[in-house]
């Protein structure tokens, strides 16, 4: 049983983190990188073979929706798209290497970031936060 008012007050915390962590850093340049797009980078990262139309799909939204944020982070030499030598309508999404570089300076950022503020806390209540943060990821990846 969860007290009164603990989801939200732990929903208001987990956004105000996320909102230090984004902070000023998913910029590139003059363009600010939208939540989704930083999400097409880190899948692109992966190294797994992205086409648009999977990456629509993984995320749930249109393929135009797609091609409409590829636009904006090829317009800022973070992607290239690549005709599949198959089927010249498929087109795969790599990273250049500007965007590898822009993914990496992002992640150090936050690991920094991370660590500044968990130095706040003794080890002994950063072991515990960390068990308690991963008992819920647990509870959370369990079957619904």
Known sequence: MVEDGVTEQ????WRAINRHLRKGML????????RLQ???LRQVNKGESCTMGGLADKFGVRPS???????????????????DTRDARVKFITLT???R????EVEAFWAIRLEEGLGQFSSEEQSVLLQLL????SSLAGPR
């Open 27 to 34: 910029t590139e340049g003059e363009e600010r990188i939208t």
């Open 65 to 83: 929706t797609i091609s409409q944020m590829a636009d904006r982070l090829e317009k800022a030499q973070l992607i290239h798209r690549v005709p």
């Open 101 to 104: 570089t822009f993914i990496q």
């Open 134 to 137: 991963g008992r819920l990821a």
């Open 10 to 13: 732990f929903l208001g915390y």
């Open 38 to 40: 930083w999400m097409l």
């Open 97 to 99: 290497e500007k965007g």
